[in-house]
């Protein structure tokens, strides 16, 4: 009798313990305490003299409080530091970020002229590449909002991507960096040595942005998976 009493005040001490486990507050985001460099933080901007909408940007987060800028005209290097109520300064460009408690980006403080940001996500980056073996789907866009392709697709496999207007012939095939393992960056595009893409998995949809150098457009789309 005594060791069934015993087993049931221990079985009953487990069951609260995990009860109180689970009531615990989730952590809160403290750029204190974070390490940025397990990150990326994906935004979108609009030129503001009308020349594109929806361009993709990403700072890729490195140790020593270094960061890569990505963006449709190359990747660069650049620094970052954390200030003040949970702020995030980023050197190049010059940005100001700060954070609430659940890692979201609220308020934005940014010196320049041509250009506005419209949308921050700061991500965890993954283990394994989110990308690979996956295709996606959709309206590709011009710029200025007008219909560039109908339907398009992107199609990755291990470091290489198919890509075009009728599925599943392609149209395009090539390599592309992985960022992150949600990301990839094209710089290598074949006959088309100065355009850039960038393409980027966010919430189940691939954002993508594309750099036309020969006509100086941007075209964008947002991608369903084909399951």
């Known amino acids: 009798m005594k060791t069934l009493l015993k087993n049931t005040i221990w079985l009953l001490l487990i069951v609260l313990t995990s009860c109180e486990e689970e009531k615990k507050e989730p952590q809160k985001f403290d750029l204190n305490t974070a390490d940025l460099s397990q990150y990326l933080l994906f935004s979108k901007v609009k030129y503001n003299f009308g020349i594109s909408k929806n361009e993709i940007r990403l700072f890729d987060f490195e140790p020593g409080e270094k960061v890569k800028t990505i963006t449709l005209s190359k990747i660069g290097n650049s620094n970052y530091t954390v200030v003040d109520n949970n702020t995030l300064k980023i050197n190049s460009p010059n ?133």
């Open 95 to 227: 940005i100001l970020l700060t954070f609430n408690e659940k890692g979201e980006v609220t308020t934005t403080n940014l010196v320049v002229d041509d250009y506005t940001y419209e949308e921050f996500h700061l991500i965890k980056k993954a283990e394994n590449n989110q990308l690979s073996g996956k295709t996606f789907s959709g309206t590709y866009y011009i710029g200025d909002g007008s219909v560039l392709h109908q339907s398009f697709f992107y199609q990755f496999d291990a470091g290489s991507m198919k890509l075009g207007t009728n599925f599943p012939k392609a149209d395009r095939e090539g390599s592309y960096t992985n960022i992150g393992n949600l990301a990839a960056y094209n710089d290598k595009i074949a006959g088309l040595s100065n355009d850039r893409e960038i393409m980027f998995l966010h919430e189940g949809k691939l954002h993508v942005s594309y750099h036309d150098y020969r006509n100086f457009k941007i075209y964008y789309g947002t991608f369903n998976e084909q399951k």
